[in-house]
Structure formats: structure tokens, C-alpha cells
């Protein structure tokens, strides 16, 4: 399986972007870690086939997680950004979603770089 991000850049703090992760193949889970630098990565949202979704309590009320009618494209919608969110973004997709939130997804994308700084 092969994950492609994209939709990654530089955003001003307040700003927003949004975030695609396209899959070769249907998972039953995909979602999105974050990696600050000199941290490790941290569960941001993640979704299973009937769209039930968790996030991040850092990120709620401020990031959308959706999946597109084949269950085959993860968007992410991040809305007010701050310094803090930046970082790397991974897609990660995994038959069990309970092994994909816990950071133990099988397939992981190569990752995407967002920037938050005025």
C-alpha cells in the first residue's frame, strides 16, 4: 500500500490549510500523525471506514478530518494554525484502528512539511 501527502507549506499563525493523503489501496483506517522537531510523532486525527473519527484534544474545534466516497482519500482541513502545529505531517493507514492511533499503523506515507510562522 502506498501513501501520497500533499497540500503541505508555509501558513501564517491564524491561517489555514489542508492537507490529502491518496491511498493505492482501501484501509479500513487512515490518519494523521505530526512530528515537531526534536519530538516524537504524535496522533493528530484518524478515521475508520464508517467515518468515525478521533482527534487530537490539541486540535479539536480547529482541524476536519474527512474521507472521500471510496474510502481511499484522507483530507485534512486545519483551520486557525499555530506555531506549535508545525512540523512534518504523515498519512498512516492500517487494517486495525486501534494499531493505526496508537502510532503502529502499518503503512505510513513519506511525509509533509507544514510551517506556521509570521
Known amino acids: 500500500v502506498q501513501l501520497v501527502e500533499s497540500g503541505g507549506g508555509l501558513v501564517q499563525p491564524g491561517g489555514s490549510l489542508r492537507l490529502s493523503c491518496a491511498a493505492s489501496?482501501?484501509?479500513?483506517?487512515m490518519g494523521w500523525f505530526h512530528q515537531a522537531p526534536g519530538e516524537e510523532r504524535e496522533g493528530v486525527a484518524a478515521?475508520?471506514?464508517?467515518?468515525?473519527?478521533v482527534y487530537a484534544d490539541s486540535v479539536k474545534g480547529r482541524f476536519t478530518s474527512s474521507r472521500d466516497s471510496s474510502k481511499t482519500t484522507l483530507a485534512l482541513q486545519m483551520n486557525n494554525l499555530r506555531p506549535n502545529d508545525t512540523g512534518m505531517y504523515y498519512c498512516?493507514?492500517?487494517?486495525?484502528?486501534?494499531?493505526?492511533?496508537?502510532?503502529?499503523?502499518?503503512?505510513w506515507g513519506r511525509g509533509i512539511q507544514v510551517t506556521v510562522s509570521s
Open positions: 478515521m475508520d471506514s464508517r467515518d468515525t473519527t
Open positions: 489501496k482501501f484501509l479500513y483506517g
Open positions: 498512516v493507514a492500517d487494517r486495525f484502528f486501534s494499531a493505526l492511533w496508537a502510532g503502529k499503523g502499518d503503512y
